[in-house]
């Protein structure tokens, strides 16, 4: 049974960091690109950083980008989002996805984690 659990999540000023983590189980997901997304309320969901299998390239959005840092330990099968610089447009459900696409969308999400930045 596959399992992403985020956990990180909070309440912050700006200007504040946060450091979400997900913890992957039942599934290698060493051998696969690791993201994270968020949904802010009234918006749709964003694709905000991705990491290659063995951390070699990143992706990060235009809105992120110089702020957010991604990585991984396969060792512990967990990624990682390093936020810093938080703005209140950040406030959002992060969520980490991996896998294999059925269809449009990643095929394994965690339940998502709140950042609040106000």
């Known amino acids: 049974h596959v399992q992403l659990g985020e956990s990180g999540g909070g309440s912050v000023r700006p200007g504040g960091s946060l450091r979400l983590s997900c913890v992957v189980s039942g599934y290698s997901s060493h051998s696969r690109c690791m993201d994270w997304f968020r949904q802010a309320p009234g918006k749709g969901l964003e694709r905000v950083s991705t990491?290659?299998?063995?951390?070699?390239?990143?992706y990060y959005s235009d809105s992120v980008r110089g702020r957010f840092t991604i990585s991984r330990n396969n060792a512990k099968n967990t990624v990682y989002l390093q936020m810093n610089s938080l703005k209140s447009e950040d406030t959002a459900l992060y969520y980490c996805?991996?896998?294999?696409?059925?269809?449009?969308?990643?095929?394994?999400w965690g339940q998502g984690t709140q950042v609040t930045v106000s």
């Open positions: 990491i290659y299998s063995d951390g070699s390239n990143t």
């Open positions: 996805a991996s896998g294999p696409y059925v269809g449009s969308r990643l095929a394994y």
